[in-house]
């Protein structure tokens, strides 16, 4: 008896694009718990500063994800201290869209939501935030994921383009 097996997809390892776009690090734990309801809990990471600039001059970028839902925003910041003027157009579109209020806020220790003025902002509208160990990547895992799959896909599309990988 023949067995047929489906046909090969057309990979070709040696494709500097292909290996390019596949390189990662450690796998993250991953959990199969999430919030019920929108807004409950917010994922967010600065990933920067870029050796090139990115979209509209920018060095970094900053993604929220929706633990509910792994809705995704992704902002482009031209400096680190924007974040917080960022998080507060982030905070005010979700709310208004969704009808809900964000609750938690999760994100690594590393500084850009640091201010007093931020502290401040989350008591007056109630957002508990919850920090994660700074360069522990893998205790924020599901926004160090997303960042990971962005940076790939600007990796390939950069290699494909020929341009610098940075």
């Not at 905070?91 to 939501?113: C, H, I, M, N, T």
């Not at 957002?127 to 940076?151: A, L, S």
Request: proline share 4%; charged share 30%; net charge positive.
């Amino acid at each position: 008896m023949m067995t047929i097996f489906p046909p090969l997809i057309n990979q070709n390892p040696s494709c500097e694009s292909f290996i390019v776009g596949k390189h990662q690090r450690d796998s993250f734990p991953s959990t199969s718990y999430r919030e019920k309801e929108c807004l409950e809990l917010v994922h967010t990471d600065l990933c920067g500063p870029m050796q090139n600039q990115l979209f509209g001059r920018s060095f970094y970028f900053l993604t929220f994800i929706d633990d509910c839902r792994r809705k995704v925003w992704l902002y482009f910041l031209k400096h680190k201290s924007e974040t917080f003027t960022r998080f507060k157009e982030f905070k005010a579109k979700a709310e208004k869209q969704s009808g809900r209020f964000v609750k938690v806020l999760r994100y690594d220790g590393g500084g850009e939501y640091g201010s007093r003025e931020f502290a401040d902002f989350c008591k007056h509208h109630g957002i508990e935030k919850k920090t994660t160990t700074r360069y522990t990547p893998k205790q924020n895992g599901v926004v160090e994921r997303k960042n990971r799959t962005i940076m790939n896909m600007a990796r390939s599309l950069l290699t494909t383009r020929k341009m610098s990988k940075d």
